[in-house]
């Protein structure tokens, strides 16, 4: 492949990337309320983290062009609990506190689990069956 169709490849792909990462920080800001001001610093502390995940990816991960942006599964979260405003939760910043709390909490156990060794033995408990039945269960009796 000659190195224009590389470089057009490579501008495809970064729009597209900051396409998909710009949604989840601006819907989850304004899902809190967030000022101007406010949900300018989380969208630009969210291409922050991404831009340092994908140079972590580059020198030291698997090297494949997959996109890094915000998971599906917390953005999930992120929009449940900010449904809680006023019923369960008194503020939006008492319920940003919860997640990051809860976040920083998971991100300890699954670095624990990884530097036991765990990882590739829990990854073998759930085979797509096992996920299949989850899903199933979780979509049609929630």
Excluded at 88 to 95: A, D, F, G, R, T
Aim: hydrophobic share 55%.
């Amino acid at each position: 492949m000659s190195g224009m169709k590389y470089l057009i490849l490579g501008i495809q792909w970064l729009v597209f990337m900051l396409a998909s990462a710009l949604v989840a920080p601006i819907a989850i800001a304004d899902l809190f309320g967030l000022d101007t001001l406010e949900r300018a610093a989380f969208v630009q502390r969210t291409m922050f983290v991404l831009g340092g995940a994908g140079l972590l990816q580059v020198l030291f991960g698997h090297k494949f062009p997959i996109n890094e942006g915000p998971a599906g599964l917390w953005w999930g979260v992120f929009v449940i609990y900010g449904g809680f405003i006023g019923s369960i939760y008194s503020s939006s910043s008492e319920v940003l506190q919860l997640l990051q709390g809860g976040m920083i909490i998971s991100g300890f156990i699954f670095l624990l689990l990884s530097f036991l060794g765990l990882i590739n033995k829990l990854k073998n408990l759930f085979t797509p069956t096992v996920t299949f039945v989850l899903f199933y269960f979780c979509l049609f009796y929630s």
